[in-house]
């Protein structure tokens, strides 16, 4: 129960956490049961509390990536990324502005804030729209020119 208290964890995150505390995998299966019956246990509220958590920083990719590691229902999980796809491009923008604020000048200047935005787990197509929102070239314009 302290786990849980702590923060929403995925079915398979608590199984990983109390495996080893556990006198048989069968007992253990059906405490987890027994949670997911009580509603204190859930990989709907896990995602969507771990979507809008990501959400501030990150792009679908990473997100889906954090998801996919933490062992939740992979269904519950392209439902929320399908949410969370819809105001990509205004989170992406809105990471740029808060970590440079300004276009880049010249073409490693681009190159380091499409790199920053990629690792973030946005797409490329996002990251074109918001550096030529921000006034910034994207570079493969400019390898075109």
């Known amino acids: 129960m302290g786990l849980l208290a702590r ?9 990983r956490k109390l495996a080893p505390h556990a006198d048989s995998p069968e007992a253990l299966a059906l ?17 969507e509390a771990r979507t809008r958590l990501l959400g501030r920083k990150f792009g679908v990719a990473r997100i889906r990536h954090d998801l996919q590691q933490s062992g939740a229902d992979a269904q519950v999980v392209a439902q929320a990324l399908l ?3 819809v105001d990509e491009f205004e ?16 073409a490693s200047g681009r190159a380091r804030q499409t790199r920053f935005l990629m690792a973030r787990g946005f797409d490329y197509g996002v990251v074109r729209r918001v550096l030529q929102r921000a006034g910034t070239a994207p570079l493969d314009e400019e390898m075109e020119s």
């Not at 923060?7 to 199984?15: D, F, N, Y």
């Not at 027994?34 to 246990?41: F, I, N, P, Q, T």
């Not at 989170?91 to 740029?96: L, S």
């Open 7 to 15: 923060r929403e964890h995925s079915r398979a995150q608590l199984e």
């Open 31 to 47: 405490l987890l049961d027994d949670l997911v019956a009580r509603r204190l246990l859930s990989d709907e509220r896990f995602v």
């Open 83 to 85: 949410d969370v796809k």
């Open 91 to 106: 989170r992406a923008f809105a990471v740029w502005q808060q970590r440079f604020g300004e276009p880049a000048v010249d």
